[in-house]
């Protein structure tokens, strides 16, 4: 099971539906986050709601509007694409994104996606290796990838 983590402070209700967080003029390194979401049964999970939120390149959080924040749906086979750019680190955190995810009708895990070979990974208080990300360099940016799965009901 994915391991749940802290919400956080910059949780903010209702976001729009939206798979590209990034904006024109915004700054940072690309990134394109895709995975799957499965079930305790290791299948699928078509139409799980998967909601994102996370500092700009420069960490800052969004608290007036919603900017660096979305929510998708997975497709028939589970599968969800985000497209952002790599958060920047403010006080006391390593770079992360902050995610809940939900089956249809099911419970949310609430948990946070972190990224390798951040020297703050080792300072961060709830950093956990079990959430890290595979990523790379890819040609305008990196790719990555981390697949969740769900606690059963």
């Known amino acids: ?7 956080g402070p910059y949780y903010k209700a209702n976001p729009p539906q939206a798979a ?7 700054g940072g390194t690309k990134l394109i986050l895709s995975g799957y ?17 996370q500092a700009d390149a420069n960490g800052q959080y969004d608290n007036t509007g919603y900017t660096m924040r979305g929510y ?13 750019v790599i958060p920047g680190l403010y006080p006391g955190r390593t770079r992360h994104i902050h995610v809940k995810v ?4 099911g ?10 070979g951040e020297a ?23 790719v990555g990838t981390f697949n969740f799965v769900l606690p059963g009901r």
Do not use: H
Not at 107 to 116: C, G, H, K, N, R
Not at 120 to 140: E, G, K, T, W
């Open 20 to 26: 590209d967080l990034l904006q024109p003029g915004m």
């Open 1 to 7: 099971m994915t391991p749940a983590q802290t919400e």
């Open 107 to 116: 419970p949310v895990l609430t948990t946070q996606v972190y990224f390798p």
């Open 120 to 142: 703050a990974n080792a300072r961060d208080s709830i950093y956990n290796a079990r959430l890290l990300a595979d990523v790379q360099p890819a040609a305008d940016g990196e």
């Open 37 to 53: 979401v499965f079930n305790a049964d290791c299948k699928p999970v078509a139409n799980a709601r998967v909601d994102f939120w």
């Open 102 to 105: 939900s089956a249809p009708n």
């Open 72 to 84: 998708q749906v997975t497709d028939a086979n589970g599968r969800y694409e985000l497209e952002t």
